[in-house]
Each structure stands twice: as structure tokens, then as C-alpha cells.
């Protein structure tokens, strides 16, 4: 059975995924899911998480990894026994070690022998595009629309010449 996070954004069981999306976006998939609650989820996080502090709190099956490098990463995803894996993308842990993306990717198409994977990012970089040569399913989500912009009353043009009408009682 797939895995609904957003209209959008369907996961096969036991797949490689890439979820590149705004982070407001990705609170909303998480919070608004009811679906969560019936999955054992892992979370693993980097060095800084903007999401970690803004996941329901109502998530029964949740446990939460940090990893501080590629290295930690691989060894989590090897010992993980979960249905959902949620990788939270940190740039700064592969600065240093440029050429290891490619055996972290490695790392999460083998976790997706047992379990769905989702490496989620805020934006595309070098990385992520890296990891995403591997995995079944790539997701790219943009802002929304936007309001449209206001006009100011500079930018407007002047009418000359306008009559009122007036009014019947």
C-alpha cells in the first residue's frame, strides 16, 4: 500500500525516495498526515534540524537519530528496522567528505530493501542531486502561488476627468 504524504507526493513500500520541498511544506505533509500513526517511523537528523522541534507530538512510533557524519548516518541506517525513514538533509555534513554521497546513497537503497526512504531537503545542492541518482523517485516541490502584487498608487496611472455619478434614493 502507498504511502500518501501530499497529493503529490505518493511513497511505494520499500523505496528509495527524494523529497526536495519548502520546509513549511514538508511541517504540513507531517503534521496533517494521520497516516503516521501507523508506521514505526525513524528520524534521523543532522547537525541542525528545522523540522525536528515542529513534528506532532502525537506521533506513537517515533524514534529520532542524530548523525554528525556520513559515517554515523550509514551506521543508523544499517541497524534501522523501521517501515519509514525520514533523513533530514544537512549540507555541512558532507562538506568534508564530498566523494562518500555516492556510498550514503548506497546506504539508503539498501535500508529501502526493508523499508520506504526519504531523504528530505529544503532546496536542491550538489548532494541531494547526488543521492538522487540512485533512488526510485525524485519529488520536487516549489512555493505556491504568491499573492498577486499590489499596486501602489504611484505605479498606477492617473484618471483625468472622471465624473461621479450620483445616487437615486
Known amino acids: 500500500m502507498d504511502f500518501e504524504l501530499h497529493p503529490a507526493v505518493s511513497l511505494k513500500p520499500r523505496s528509495f525516495n527524494v523529497l526536495a520541498a519548502p520546509r513549511q511544506t514538508f511541517i504540513n505533509m507531517l503534521n496533517r498526515n494521520p497516516n503516521l500513526q501507523r508506521y514505526k517511523i525513524l528520524y534521523i ?21 542524530r548523525g ?44 529501502a530493501q526493508e523499508a520506504t526512504v526519504l531523504p528530505y531537503s529544503d532546496g536542491l545542492d550538489p ?32 484618471i483625468k476627468n472622471q465624473a461621479t455619478l450620483e445616487t437615486f434614493s
Request: glycine fraction near 4%.
Open 127 to 158: 548532494f541531494v542531486e547526488e543521492l538522487a541518482r540512485n533512488c526510485d523517485y525524485v519529488f520536487f516541490l516549489e512555493e505556491g502561488p504568491r499573492d498577486s502584487p499590489r499596486l501602489l498608487a504611484k505605479s498606477s496611472p492617473k
Open 45 to 65: 537528523s543532522g547537525n541542525f534540524s528545522g523540522i525536528l522541534s515542529r513534528l506532532p507530538r502525537t506521533i506513537a512510533q517515533l524514534e529520532v537519530r
Open 68 to 111: 554528525f557524519t556520513t559515517f554515523q548516518i550509514m551506521t543508523i541506517l544499517e541497524e534501522a528496522c523501521h517501515s519509514l525513514i525520514i533523513i533530514e538533509h544537512d549540507p555541512i555534513i558532507y562538506e568534508n567528505s564530498a566523494e562518500i554521497v555516492e556510498h550514503v546513497s548506497n546506504a539508503m537503497r539498501e535500508a
